[in-house]
T-cell receptor, first 113, second 109 residues
Framework: DVKVTQSSRYLVKRTGEKVFLECVQDMDHENMFWYRQDPGLGLRLIYFSYDVKMKEKGDIPEGYSVSREKKERFSLILESASTNQTSMYLC????????????FGDGTRLSIL | AQRVTQPEKLLSVFKGAPVELKCNYSYSGSPELFWYVQYSRQRLQLLLRHISRESIKGFTADLNKGETSFHLKKPFAQEEDSAMYYCALKGLGNEKLTFGTGTRLTIIP
């Protein structure tokens, strides 16, 4: 069974802090994704990566960056956290090709004070 | 550009009644469509996808290319169906998913 693990379920940070959200998958998937989930807005793609050291912007990349140094790990970075980045963050992974679904982690609820 | 519309944010249905969650999409090619579900305090998980043509937990969804719809249906709602449901689209040759805004389904006992 695919396992996508996000390092924290809940996180509280202060405005201006640099914040790291970590995600690890154990199925050797090429693709990894970061979304934020907000009521009434659904899931919006922040960044995704289709290979080590490769990344592409999603629909709402502003204020975020990512890092993928190893295939199994995809990090989301908030360079200078702001209150409008308070949200639920979901990580997902999928293999390339075919018609494979994305598998999601439990999510990290991030609050920026 | 690809777009997914779920017109209902909230839907309440009595137990035993039929359920239909609407999903319409906009995409110029042949899309892959998915329904994801998130039960309370659980992770988002795949419910079904159109290529499988299967019924999961009594739910079915048919891709209607003429109406560009992928509505989720169940003939008799159960209390455990209460959850958040998201429709999602993947374009040809594209690994990204575009999600709708979701519908929160509540089954009334």
């Amino acid at each position: 069974d695919v396992k996508v693990t996000q390092s924290s379920r809940y996180l509280v940070k202060r405005t201006g802090e640099k914040v790291f959200l970590e995600c690890v998958q154990d199925m050797d998937h090429e693709n990894m994704f970061w979304y934020r989930q907000d009521p009434g807005l659904g899931l919006r793609l922040i960044y995704f990566s289709y290979d080590v050291k490769m990344k592409e912007k999603g629909d709402i990349p502003e204020g975020y960056s990512v890092s993928r140094e190893k295939k199994e790990r995809f990090s989301l970075i908030l360079e200078s956290a702001s209150t409008n980045q308070t949200s639920m963050y979901l990580c997902a992974s999928s293999p390339t090709g075919g018609k494979q679904p994305q598998h999601f982690g439990d999510g990290t609820r991030l609050s920026i004070l | 550009a690809q777009r997914v519309t779920q017109p209902e944010k909230l839907l309440s249905v009595f137990k035993g009644a039929p359920v239909e969650l609407k999903c319409n999409y906009s995409y110029s090619g042949s899309p892959e469509l998915f329904w994801y579900v998130q039960y309370s305090r659980q992770r988002l998980q795949l419910l079904l996808r159109h290529i499988s043509r299967e019924s999961i937990k009594g739910f079915t969804a048919d891709l209607n290319k003429g109406e560009t719809s992928f509505h989720l249906k169940k003939p008799f709602a159960q209390e455990e169906d209460s959850a958040m449901y998201y429709c999602a689209l993947k374009g040809l040759g594209n690994e990204k998913l575009t999600f709708g805004t979701g519908t929160r389904l509540t089954i009334i006992p």
